[in-house]
């Protein structure tokens, strides 16, 4: 399971105002990749009622239940029916690019780091209902140029020491 780290927190921070800033708090809100359920948790205590967390991971979606939330193991959508839509997705994915020492599926985003979050987005649309978001939270070591053709716009980032973090939003 992947613990709560600095982009958990500040992703959780970002969701917090977002949420806050809603007039209807009547969304369907699936957290990808929910790892401890920071966001899923965040949603919750913001008022929304209809959440979904999946993780790869089985010990996180044990963890994320006894949360009182929701939550199926699933690699990506492959658990969810394809008619199931949502009006947000959130995904702090795996970003970093793999490497000898770190090849575990929740740091790791593939080869070059940005494998996970395009097969991510291919998916995710089909998923999104009209007017709805997807938040993805990505790392300034993530190669971007192919997430760009998703047409992505950047809502919040923070500098870390060895790193920025950004938060990127797609509308369709």
């Known amino acids: 399971m992947y613990p709560p780290s600095d982009d958990s927190y500040f992703f959780a921070e970002f969701l917090k105002k977002y949420f806050s800033n809603l007039k209807d708090k009547n969304i369907s809100y699936l957290d990808m990749g929910s790892g401890s359920g920071i966001l899923a948790e965040t949603a919750k205590k913001a008022g929304i009622r209809d959440i979904l967390a999946t993780d790869i991971n089985s010990h996180s979606v044990k963890h994320v239940k006894a949360l009182g939330i929701k939550a199926i193991t699933s690699n990506l959508f492959s658990k969810i029916p394809k008619s199931k839509k949502f009006d947000l997705i959130t995904f702090n994915a795996p970003y970093l690019p793999e490497s000898k020492y770190d090849k575990l599926p929740d740091t790791s985003g593939g080869k070059e780091g940005d494998e996970v979050s395009l097969k991510f987005l291919k998916q995710a649309k089909k998923h999104l209902n009209p007017n709805g978001k997807i938040f993805l939270l990505?790392?300034?070591?993530?190669?971007?140029?192919?997430?760009?053709?998703?047409?992505?716009?950047?809502?919040?980032?923070?500098?870390?020491?060895?790193?920025?973090?950004?938060?990127?939003?797609?509308?369709?």
């Open 138 to 172: 990505i790392s300034s070591q993530t190669p971007i140029k192919k997430i760009k053709k998703f047409n992505p716009s950047i809502v919040a980032k923070k500098k870390l020491f060895f790193e920025q973090i950004l938060i990127l939003k797609f509308s369709y």
